[in-house]
């Protein structure tokens, strides 16, 4: 666990994939999971191991999936990373952050398209 924490301080990061040898995804190790599961615990970082803390059973999304639904998924499992998965398997993790961003800028985009539109029917209808 002390050497995951390194490299999540070392790269400025909230978790970490966890992997096998051959690549394969079995979870996410983060630092809610370390507070959580190691410091509240009272359990020392040294000696615990990454496999034993880490969340696994993430609910999945897919790259087609939209993001309503990537927000209903984390929403409905109270998670804050969902792993995406294609026809190769693993292709990356969508975090809470990732949809925010994209819910901010969908929101600004339709403020600027509703004022646009405004504009157009006011010059169009003489108002």
């Keep these: 666990m002390l050497e995951a924490i390194t490299i999540m301080k070392s790269e ?11 690549n394969r995804y079995h979870g996410i190790i983060s630092e809610r999971d370390y507070t959580h599961k190691v410091i509240l615990a009272n359990k020392h970082s040294d000696s615990t191991q990454v496999k034993d803390i880490m969340t696994i059973g993430l609910p999945m ?16 499992s ?10 190769n398997g693993f292709a990356g993790i969508i975090t809470i952050h990732d949809l925010m961003r994209e819910a ?3 929101y600004e985009k339709g403020k600027d398209d509703l004022a646009s539109h405004e504009k157009e029917f ?3 209808h003489g108002r």
């Design 104 to 106: 901010m800028t969908d």
């Design 122 to 124: 006011l010059a169009t």
């Design 78 to 87: 109270k998670e804050r990373y969902l792993p995406v998965f294609d026809e």
């Design 12 to 22: 400025n990061i909230s978790y970490l994939i966890v992997r096998d040898n051959d």
């Design 61 to 76: 999304a897919q790259p087609h999936d939209t993001t309503s639904y990537c927000m209903l998924l984390m929403n409905n």
